[in-house]
């Protein structure tokens, strides 16, 4: 049912009618051409119907029309092409799932009019639109161009059979091999609307033959990667594209590999952890490449590894702060004796939280001695703000990749301890402890300081950058709370980013509460004792502090609770039962004898003798200067490993006394000093001494050797000298006063500038210690020595 016209505007006979109404079934993304047989398979019970009523025609003809939209269940007509084909069914089978498969043959072009009916089914007016074949040598040459194309098309393409290729060289009618072709390719549904509706054969071969032409370059350059590729692959790549083929094998019969489960896995992961965009970015990235890569490959593990990081960093968990300040102070006291200073900060962080919840938390450094409960403090405030605890020693840390990573270029390479600490602590805002951050070094491999500026300053944390992640993490919500036991080894710029909190020592009475307090129970818990079976007296916990221990803190005295514990858990493991009582005579005969004797009186006896107070890592220590006096030739010399500065003060003190001599009664000649050795000693020599704040102690020693009055054994001193006799200020004082009331000391001078220092320490600590405030080395003196006979 052929209609064409052999000349332009002179249209051919039509071999024979059509009917002027044809029912419609629209075409869901195919277009059926005339003179091709094509099987379709319906669904749509407006399309069963329609091929139930076509069925029982006589000519079973109807019109195959592409629908514009391909997902529409039901188009309505304008959502229908206008041209289609009119098709004759020949063939119908009903399917036991509810479908029918259907085979037609198409006939000829139709344009469609008016609808007549939708209801059941589409019924329009169609028009047959005949093609125009404009004789000539054109045409043929096209018609023969087209058949080359097309068998060079049949020889790259492999679903297409070779037989093709013979049907469309024995095809004589222009028309006709459009159609072969053009229902032969498999082209996007708009080019093939296209070609049916072009009605000049002409054009259509034109159009035709720059779609097959495209087709060939499109299939000859992926024969030559194919080509190239195949030719250049090595055993890895060979088993790479086998393990492709069988990815997709297994994805055809649903089955996975494992390569493919742990892809899965990961974007799984990937999607709880919800990581910000610019990290989401990166692991997309990551698991396409880690896709393409076999298993075996030696960049493999290193891509897992590090996406394995950056999905175990909890990106989006932020615990929420328990802003109770009651509770908080309460949980505070519970776990620490004292240190009120810290607690009011804390909760004043906590009241700031409250008003102004994105008020950013406060960097917090303790300095003080070892033992004073510096890094429980951390794990008790995190528990006062419902927030999780990670703590990170940087203790003797002189690599600076350990605080910001390692590149991943490197073997073995991983974040640094900041990102570990926020993954061990799965929350984005724990309370962070960096400890010992004043026992950082430097060597040729980085200064760690200089990366912990960027780590605790409040500007820059917010997109801090680890080397290994290479990506910003915002660290604005951790607390940071650093320790410290010196200040001086810390440098300026980071220290000037911390907010120093001093932690001094304890004195008797408090290491007492404390004790009885904490310790204690502690030890009575761990030695698994119950309390009517170890307990001591108020006397025998001081017998430990006096006689057994000398330090700032309280872990030697913990230590010693623990031996005593120990003692009588052996006791009442042989059934000879605990002690409830235990005074200072069973502390002594548990513990042995004393270790710590009072030497001030005993060294202070002699004259040259002077009791100096200072600062060390430890916290507030007493020391001894030693002076004598001897024959010589004028010679200054010092021992006890003291540092420059300290030989400096010492110079200067006998400076001073070899310029004040008749005014400080001293009964010499002119030419004495340039008889005479003068040898000042400060003891311990083991251990490394410096600073200016011994000026007076060594001047006072260097005076009472020269004049045989011996220094008052309840006094000790501290301050910085000059050669004109002033007494300058100096630092921690809070430390030395502690350090003279845990000695015994009654009477202590400062230098009066330092008065103000006083108020850190409580007032009761100062109730049986007299305090000489001195400006001048000659009210020190006075102080200090004896008086003559």
Request: net charge negative; proline share 6%.
């Given at each position: 049912m052929s209609t064409r016209t052999d000349e332009v505007g002179s249209p051919a006979p039509e071999t024979s009618g059509l009917p002027g109404t044809l029912p419609v079934l629209p075409t869901k993304g195919l277009v059926v051409f005339p003179q091709s047989v094509t099987p379709l398979v319906l669904?749509?019970?407006?399309?069963?119907?329609?091929i139930d009523d076509v069925m029982n025609r006589e000519d079973r003809v109807l019109a195959l029309v592409a629908a514009r939209d391909p997902e529409a269940e039901e188009p309505p007509p304008e959502d229908i092409y206008t041209v289609g084909t009119a098709a004759r069914v020949q063939r119908m089978v009903k399917v036991p799932d509810g479908t029918v498969r259907v085979l037609v043959e198409g006939l000829d072009r139709v344009s469609v009019g008016e609808y007549e009916e939708t209801e059941p089914f589409l019924v329009a007016r169609v028009e047959v639109l005949p093609d125009v074949v404009d004789a000539g040598t054109e045409i043929e040459a096209l018609a023969r161009?087209?058949?080359?194309?097309?068998?060079?098309?049949?020889?790259?393409?492999?679903?297409?059979?070779?037989?093709?290729?013979?049907?469309?060289?024995?095809?004589?009618?222009?028309?006709?091999?459009?159609?072969?072709?053009?229902?032969?390719?498999?082209?996007r549904l708009e080019e093939r609307q296209e070609l049916l509706e072009l009605t000049d054969v002409r054009e259509r071969l034109r159009r035709l033959t720059v779609i097959v032409n495209r087709e060939v370059e499109v299939l000859e350059l992926g024969a030559k990667i194919q080509s190239d590729v195949q030719s250049d692959m090595d055993k890895m790549q060979r088993e790479h594209f086998l393990r492709q083929q069988l990815r997709a094998i297994q994805e055809e019969l649903g089955e996975s590999d494992e390569g493919q489960a742990e892809i899965n896995e990961l974007r799984g992961r990937l999607d709880e952890v919800d990581p910000p965009a610019e990290a989401r970015e990166v692991v997309e990235r990551e698991l396409g490449r880690l896709e393409r890569l076999p298993s075996g490959a030696a960049e493999h593990s290193v891509i897992r590894t590090y996406i394995d990081w950056?999905?175990?960093?909890?990106?989006?968990?932020?615990?929420?702060?328990?802003?109770?300040?009651?509770?908080?102070?309460?949980?505070?006291?519970?776990?620490?004796?004292?240190?009120?200073?810290?607690?009011?900060?804390?909760?004043?962080?906590?009241?700031?939280?409250?008003?102004?919840?994105?008020?950013p938390a406060p960097i917090l450094c303790f300095s003080g001695p070892p033992g004073v409960g510096k890094t429980s403090l951390g794990q008790s405030i995190a528990r006062a703000l419902g927030r999780k605890f990670a703590r990170i020693s940087v203790g003797g840390v002189r690599d600076e990749s350990e605080i910001r990573g390692h590149r991943r270029t490197y073997v073995g390479a991983?974040?640094?301890?900041?990102?570990?600490?926020?993954?061990?602590?799965?929350?984005?805002?724990?309370?962070?402890?960096?400890?010992e951050?004043?026992?950082?070094?430097?060597?040729?491999?980085?200064?760690?300081?200089?990366?912990?500026?960027?780590?605790?300053?409040?500007?820059?944390?917010?997109?801090?950058?680890?080397?290994?992640?290479?990506?910003?993490?915002?660290?604005?919500?951790?607390?940071?709370?650093?320790?410290?036991?010196?200040?001086?080894?810390?440098?300026?710029?980071?220290?000037?980013?911390?907010?120093?909190?001093?932690?001094?020592?304890?004195?008797?009475?408090?290491?007492?509460?404390?004790?009885?307090?904490?310790?204690l129970p502690r030890q009575r818990e761990q030695a698994g004792l119950r309390e009517d079976q170890l307990d001591l007296t108020d006397?025998?916990?001081?017998?430990?502090?006096?006689?057994?221990?000398?330090?700032?803190?309280?872990?030697?005295?913990?230590?010693?609770?623990?031996?005593?514990?120990?003692?009588?858990a052996r006791r009442v493991a042989e059934g000879d039962g605990g002690d409830t009582a235990i005074g200072p005579d069973a502390v002594r005969e548990h513990l042995g004898p004393e270790r710590v004797h009072n030497e001030v009186k005993r060294r202070t006896e002699e004259a040259g003798v002077a009791t100096g107070l200072a600062v060390t890592g430890a916290g507030g220590e007493i020391l001894f200067v030693e002076a004598s006096v001897m024959p010589g030739t004028g010679r200054l010399q010092v021992t006890g490993q003291l540092g420059d500065v300290m030989k400096e003060s010492a110079q200067a003190a006998l400076?001073?006394?070899?310029?004040?001599?008749?005014?400080?009664?001293?009964?010499?000649?002119?030419?004495?000093?340039?008889?005479?050795?003068?040898?000042?000693?400060?003891?311990?020599?083991?251990?490394?001494?410096?600073?200016?704040?011994?000026?007076?102690?060594?001047?006072?020693?260097?005076?009472?050797?020269?004049?045989?009055?011996?220094?008052?054994?309840?006094?000790?001193?501290?301050?910085?000298?000059?050669?004109?006799?002033?007494?300058?200020?100096?630092?921690?004082?809070?430390?030395?006063?502690?350090?003279a009331r845990r000695a015994g000391i009654g009477t202590v001078i400062i230098p009066t500038l330092t008065q103000e220092q006083l108020a850190e320490v409580d007032e009761g600590l100062l109730t049986d210690l007299r305090v000489v405030p001195a400006d001048r080395l000659e009210q020190v003196l006075d102080a200090a020595l004896e008086k003559a006979g």
């Open positions: 669904g749509e019970e407006r399309s069963i119907r329609l161009n087209l058949q080359t194309i097309f068998g060079r098309v049949i020889e790259l393409v492999p679903y297409l059979p070779d037989e093709l290729h013979i049907a469309a060289a024995n095809v004589e009618d222009p028309a006709m091999l459009s159609y072969l072709i053009a229902s032969s390719l498999r082209l950056i999905l175990s960093i909890p990106w989006s968990v932020r615990t929420e702060d328990d802003l109770d300040l009651e509770r908080a102070r309460t949980i505070l006291d519970e776990d620490h004796y004292d240190i009120d200073k810290v607690k009011e900060r804390i909760v004043e962080h906590l009241a700031v939280a409250r008003l102004n919840p994105d008020a991983m974040p640094g301890t900041i990102v570990r600490a926020i993954r061990d602590a799965d929350a984005m805002n724990p309370v962070m402890m960096i400890d951050i004043d026992k950082m070094g430097a060597d040729f491999r980085g200064d760690p300081s200089s990366a912990m500026l960027e780590v605790l300053d409040p500007a820059q944390n917010d997109s801090f950058r680890d080397h290994y992640l290479d990506m910003p993490l915002d660290l604005s919500s951790v607390l940071f709370i650093c320790t410290a036991n010196l200040l001086d080894t810390i440098p300026r710029p980071l220290l000037d980013r911390m907010e120093v909190i001093p932690l001094a020592g304890y004195i008797d009475e408090e290491k007492l509460h404390i004790a009885r307090r904490f310790l006397d025998g916990i001081a017998t430990v502090i006096g006689e057994y221990t000398r330090e700032a803190g309280v872990r030697q005295l913990e230590r010693r609770l623990a031996a005593v514990a120990r003692k009588i400076s001073y006394v070899r310029a004040h001599a008749a005014e400080l009664g001293l009964d010499v000649g002119d030419d004495y000093f340039l008889q005479h050795d003068v040898h000042l000693h400060v003891p311990a020599g083991a251990v490394p001494k410096d600073g200016p704040s011994a000026g007076v102690t060594l001047t006072t020693a260097l005076v009472s050797a020269l004049t045989g009055r011996p220094v008052d054994c309840d006094v000790a001193m501290t301050g910085e000298i000059t050669l004109t006799g002033q007494v300058l200020p100096v630092g921690g004082v809070k430390e030395k006063v502690l350090a």
